[in-house]
Structure formats: structure tokens, C-alpha cells
């Protein structure tokens, strides 16, 4: 079935719903590891909307498959890395400078002395505060996107589905073997390589070449198992993250159910004045979410089935009004 306007105008509706759900996520991060005792009515509540958001970079990953794997374009490699890069390079430069200052700041305000060495750590992490790890993802992933597409092109649709599996299963053992084994991230240059799964299915859901039977029964199943499992491995000493994690056991899936879903949706408020603003607004709402718990302002010592997503509308929309203004200073729209 050919792609209509329509199907384009559902991507503007995941951007925004990816972008608010990072930010729903990063609110619920807070309660869930630093304010609410493990196992008490407010940790459950921050432990499902951490849970039910762990689709949000995913999603963002399949919407940037389903634009650039699209079998029609011809752009020469050259001018899709000058594009890319000219959208890229000087967001990773920004954001990384001032999320290094920024992060100092923090540490000073906690009493935490930042040495050289933990400086050029963080320099050189790939990710200098804990969201920037996508643009660094990104960059790898925008780096081989032009022999992706030139790959799926010759590739039947048998192909590309075992391609999509062999991948997903490689990256779900690759992220069980890190859990049993204390393993870390390895070097920030090949953490693309996994998400290529989810890179190649964004175009396949899109052109309706993939499709999971029953994707909101596959949803909730998904959100449930995931927030259950993180429950049952975390401890009052130690909060267990497996099952957030993008390549575990249930977040390829719930994942995938909710692109469907964006997908098969007869209609969704595309908000097309909101979408080009996205990638900004994940790049700069850990601001409003730092100045918010400093100041006292999201505290959710109690009430954060409530709270939590109060907290993560007000944040969207501060850092949807910060982006708007940002981009009406000289460079600001290129750093968003």
C-alpha cells in the first residue's frame, strides 16, 4: 500500500508524544531513585510511568528509519552528510559544552568537587549529562543511515525481517550478558549498532511490511511485565534497571506497539507548530527539571500518581516556550 500524506502527518504526532514522554520519564526518574521509600505506593507510581514511557527513544529512532530509509529519495552521500551534519555537529558541540558547565554547577551547589579527571571523563563518555547519550547514539547511527538505505533498497522483504530479528536478538542477549556480568556501555562510538534494529523497523512498520498481532494487548502486557520486573529486582538498597533498558525483554516489543499504534490511528493531533521543536525540547528540559527539584518546586514526597505528570506537562511546556524563544537568537535554530 503506497504511503499517503496522512502517514507523514502521523510522524509529526509521534515526535511530540516521544518528546513528552522523555520528559514524563525524567520526572519520574526523580522519585523513583532519590525521594520515595522502595516499595511504597508513590515508588510504584513512579516505577509505572517510568515504565510505561520506555518507548519514547526507540520510537524517536523508528520516525527517523521511517524518513530516511525511504527508498524513493535520491540524495548523493554527500549532501545527505552535509545536511545531517549541519543538523547535528552543532547541537552535540552546544549542548555538550554547556551540559558540562551545567553539571558542574550541580556538583558545586551539592558540595561535590569536579576534578580534572572526572571533567574529562565526562568529556569524553559521550555523554557529558545523562540525556545527551542520543546525539552521540545519532551521529553513529546518521553516520551509516546512507548504506542502510542503499541495503534495504536491495533487500527482499524476507531479507529485511531477518535482518530487523537477528539484530533485536543480538541486542537483547548483548544487554542480558551486561546484566549478569556488571558490564558496562563499552565506547559510545558503536552504541548505534542495536538500534539499527529499530531503525530499519521504523521503515518497515511504516510501509506496512512488519506488524505485531494485537499491539495494544502487546502494549500493556509490555508496560506490566516491565514495571513488575522492575519492582521484583530492585531492592530498598539498589534499584534494578534491567527491564528499562532499550534492548531488554520487553521494551523492543512495547516499542514496536506503540509505533503501530501511532501508525493505524485514524486520527492524532499532529500539533505541526509543536514538532519541528522536538529535538530541542529534549535537548534542553533537564534544565527546567533541575531548577524544579532545587527549588522545591517538584518534590514528590507524596502524591506522585498526581504530581509526576503535572510536573512533566509544565516542564514540556517551559521547554517548548525556552526552544520557541531560543530559536529567534542568531544560531539558536541551529543548536534545536
Known amino acids: ?39 511504597s505506593t508513590d515508588w510504584e507510581w513512579a516505577n509505572f510511568y517510568d515504565a510505561a514511557t520506555r518507548w519514547c ?45 551545567w553539571g558542574a554547577l550541580m556538583y558545586h551547589l551539592d558540595g561535590v568537587p569536579m576534578d580534572a579527571a572526572a571533567w574529562l571523563r565526562k568529556a569524553t563518555s559521550g555523554a557529558p549529562y545523562y540525556h545527551l547519550w542520543y546525539l552521540y547514539m545519532l551521529a553513529g547511527l546518521y553516520l551509516f543511515a546512507p548504506y542502510l538505505r542503499t541495503i534495504y533498497q536491495r533487500c527482499s522483504h524476507r531479507q529485511r525481517v531477518a535482518a530487523v530479528l537477528a539484530i533485536f536478538v543480538l541486542a537483547i542477549l548483548q544487554t542480558l550478558h551486561r546484566e549478569l556480568n556488571a558490564d558496562g556501555y563499552g565506547f559510545f562510538l558503536t552504541w548505534f549498532l542495536p538500534y539499527i534494529s529499530y531503525f530499519l523497523a521504523g521503515r518497515m512498520m511504516f510501509e506496512g511490511e512488519l506488524r505485531l498481532p494485537r499491539p495494544g494487548l502487546v502494549l500493556c502486557a509490555t508496560i506490566a511485565l516491565t514495571a513488575v520486573g522492575a519492582s521484583v529486582l530492585s ?39 509543536i514538532a519541528p521543536l522536538t529535538f530541542g525540547i529534549y535537548l534542553a528540559h533537564p534544565i527546567f527539571l533541575d531548577i524544579a527539584k532545587r527549588t522545591g518546586l517538584y518534590l514528590p514526597t507524596s502524591g506522585t500518581a498526581w504530581q509526576t505528570p503535572l510536573a512533566a506537562v509544565a516542564i514540556f511546556m517551559l521547554s517548548l516556550g525556552f526552544v520557541r524563544v531560543l530559536r529567534h537568537v542568531p544560531g539558536g535554530a541551529r543548536i534545536t
Open 235 to 273: 531492592s530498598a538498597d539498589a534499584l534494578n534497571v534491567y527491564f528499562y533498558d532499550t534492548f531488554s525483554l520487553t521494551v523492543p516489543l512495547m516499542s514496536l506497539a506503540v509505533f503501530q499504534l501511532i501508525l493505524n490511528a485514524r486520527s492524532l493531533p499532529r500539533l505541526p507548530a
Open 1 to 39: 500500500m503506497p504511503v499517503q500524506q496522512a502517514d507523514y502527518d502521523k510522524l509529526d504526532a509521534a515526535r511530540w508524544m516521544a518528546a513528552l514522554a522523555v520528559v514524563l520519564l525524567h520526572c519520574a526518574a526523580f522519585p523513583l531513585t532519590s525521594v520515595s521509600d522502595y516499595g
Open 57 to 101: 527513544v526507540p520510537v524517536f529512532v523508528m520516525i527517523s528509519g521511517a524518513l530516511l530509509l525511504n527508498p524513493g529519495k535520491r540524495e548523493a552521500f554527500k549532501n545527505f552528510y552535509q545536511r545531517r551534519a549541519m543538523r547535528i555537529a552543532p547541537a552535540i558541540v552546544f549542548w555538550s559544552v554547556f551540559y558540562l558547565l
